[in-house]
Each structure stands twice: as C-alpha cells, then as structure tokens.
C-alpha cells in the first residue's frame, strides 16, 4: 500500500489536538500535517508542541496567523503536500477524533486501487454509533441514515476521510464553505464525477462531535444556516428546482431555528439564519471566529 499522511486542524485545544495525534501515531501514521486555525497568537499549538514532547510524528506545521475555516485550511495543507510528497493517500480528521486500533489500515486497503475513491469508516459520536454513509435530503437539508428521500444524495461524514492519491489535489474543497456544509458538496460532486463513496464498517472514529465547536452559539448558527442555503446552488437544479429548495428552507431551517431558540432560551439560532440569509444574498461570509479568551476550542 502507498505511504497515508493526515491532515488536521488544529483549533486552541492542544489537549484535543494531541491526542488524535497520539492516536495517529498508535495506527501507524508517521506524517501529520496540521493547519493552526486558532487565531490565538501561536499559544495553543505552542502548548502543543510542548506537550507532544519526543513525538513520533514528524509535524508539518502552517501558520496562518487567522482561522482559514475547513474547506481553505485543508486545501492549503494538501498544496503542501502537492509540492513536497508524491503519490500518498491522505487521511483527513478532526482534531476532536481517535482512530478505533486497525482504522487506518482498513481504509488504507479501501482505497489501495488504481481506480480515484475516497472512504470512511463509522462514527462514534455523541449519537451512538453510526454508519459512515449518511444521505443529504435537498429539499429539507437534512442528513438521515434513512436514505435520500424524495430527492438527495449520499456523502461520507467528514470527520474522517480517506483520499485516492489521485484526488490529492488543491482546491478539493469549495472555498465558498467556512465550517459545516464541505462535506455534503464534496460528496456530491465527487459521486456526480464517478469517484466512489466507500463506507468501511470495520473502521471506526471516536468523534466528539459539534458540542465541541460551540454548539448554540453564533457561530454554529449561522455557519450551519448558511452552509445549507449556499448549497441551493450546488446541487445542480435548474431555476424551478432551486426555488423549490429555497422554499424548502424558509420551512425547515426556519422550524430549526426556532426548535434551538426555545431549547437554548436564546435568539441566536434565529440570529445566525437571518446573517447567514443576508450574507449568501450578498455573496460574502463572516468568519464569526470567538475570541480565543471565550471559545472552548473546536474543529469542524
């Protein structure tokens, strides 16, 4: 099988961050490249880098200096790696996963043919266990194990993701995504482009989930909110088709909202929808990102 680098993000929590690197060490991941999105002034990944000690990992470090978000933060790591490594397959994860003994080599097997596929294994989360394969219902924008509904499509979960070295290609991820939402538009062009989607049972990642990026806060909010109306535009519809869909999420997303505003006894679920509405309207994106003093520390 071809060498497997990781890439990961690492956001203020150098505790989180070091154990899934412990545990990408334990499944025998010896090159990890990791993107600081903190936007702290280096304390936490020195902290880090402290606390890895004699690690054994080699560590490829990018410093941005601001939180690139998901989507540009592992484009960025994968430009690394275009231009300093050659025909590796790439484990993407979140720092707020470890890797169930024997993951990475079932997904390295997954993917070790000539033919471009990407793949998953389950998830541990806050849930339960659940599949890696998971179906994004367009006309509700939301995610069911169920299957696709009336109309939808299949997409592996991103918090941890096994690539082809053919598609270790910058950009992989639309930009366009801050946090939330690169999963579901990666999954579906890559199937509309005849990548295969492999969900790999036999591995498993142990996946902390949204309760660590701020789950309820602004940030979430508008975030989610607004990953589901950018991707009215990527799901291929024509103009009747999309305003079918934007109907669809004046309902739903507006019934979400106010589910999280009456369960947080809050309005910033209602708050973040309205940004988000505004700001795909106006083409922009606000980065949203706490200040390092009040942010608990997340991923994805």
Aim: glycine share 10%.
């Amino acid at each position: 099988m071809r060498d497997c680098i990781a890439i990961l993000l690492h956001f203020r929590s150098a505790a989180m961050t070091r154990s899934c690197i412990e545990s990408l060490a334990s499944e025998g991941v010896s090159t990890v490249v990791l993107v600081d999105n903190s936007e702290d002034c280096g304390a936490s990944l020195h902290a880090l880098k402290e606390s890895l000690g004699e690690a054994s990992v080699r560590l490829h470090v990018i410093e941005p200096g601001r939180n690139l978000g998901f989507a540009a933060g592992v484009n960025r790591a994968i430009e690394l790696i275009e231009r300093t490594m050659s025909n590796v397959d790439v484990l993407l994860i979140n720092s707020d996963a470890t890797l169930a003994q024997g993951t990475v080599d079932v997904l390295r097997r997954a993917v070790a043919g000539d033919l471009p596929s990407i793949a998953a294994p389950s998830i541990d989360g806050p849930t339960g266990l659940v599949p890696a394969r998971t179906y994004y219902r367009h006309f509700s924008a939301t995610v069911s194990p169920a299957g696709p509904g009336w109309r939808g499509h299949a997409l592996l979960g991103g918090a941890c993701l096994m690539l082809h070295h053919s598609l270790v290609r910058a950009p992989l991820f639309d930009e366009s995504f801050f946090f939330y939402g690169d999963d579901i538009e990666l999954s579906f062009r890559l199937a509309k482009g005849g990548i295969e989607l492999l969900d790999v049972p036999e591995g498993v990642v142990i996946h902390q989930g949204s309760g660590s990026s701020g789950n309820g806060s602004l940030f979430y909010e508008y975030h989610m909110a607004r990953a589901h109306l950018l991707m009215v535009s990527r799901l291929g519809y024509g103009l009747g088709g999309r305003i079918c869909l934007v109907a669809g999420r004046v309902v739903f997303l507006g019934l979400r909202a106010s589910i999280r505003s009456i369960r947080f006894r809050a309005i910033r679920p209602w708050r973040g929808l309205c940004v988000a509405a505004l700001d795909v309207c106006l083409g922009r994106c606000r980065s949203l990102t706490p200040p390092a003093s009040s942010s608990p520390g997340s991923t994805h």
